[in-house]
Every structure is written in C-alpha cells, then in structure tokens.
C-alpha cells in the first residue's frame, strides 16, 4: 500500500489542547520561577520551610497535570 498522507492524516488528527498551552504550562512555569525565587530567598531559613515544601508540591503537581494532558 502506498504511503497517502490525506489516508493517515484522517486517522491520526492532530491533537492541540488550549488549555494545556495557555493555562497550564504557564501556571506550571510561574510556580517554577516562584518557587527558585523562594528558594534562593529562604536558604538558610527554617521558618519559611513549610511554605517551600507546599511550593515544590505544587510544582510537581503542575508538572503532571501538564505532562499527562
């Protein structure tokens, strides 16, 4: 059978999520970026440590829900 791409096209539509791309990667980048910041600032610090943990939590939360979308 020879290569058609209009055939294969049909059967394997191209899959492009909105809400992957413009809420949920983002969100999931700010909280990276938030959460280095607090990183950085809390070094050091053991009274702003539970706020870091929920932080890293999120992240890894954020970056499942993005990569299984």
């Known amino acids: 059978m020879p290569f058609l791409p209009s055939a ?6 191209v ?3 909105p809400l992957h791309h413009f809420v949920v990667l983002p969100l999931t980048l700010v ?7 607090r990183y950085v600032g809390v070094a050091g610090d053991d009274s ?11 992240v890894t939360l954020l970056f499942f829900v993005t990569l299984v979308m």
């Open 15 to 17: 899959r492009y999520y």
């Open 8 to 13: 294969m096209a049909a059967k394997n539509p």
């Open 31 to 37: 909280m990276v970026i938030y959460t280095i910041r």
């Open 48 to 58: 702003e440590i539970s706020r870091l943990w929920f932080s890293l939590a999120a």
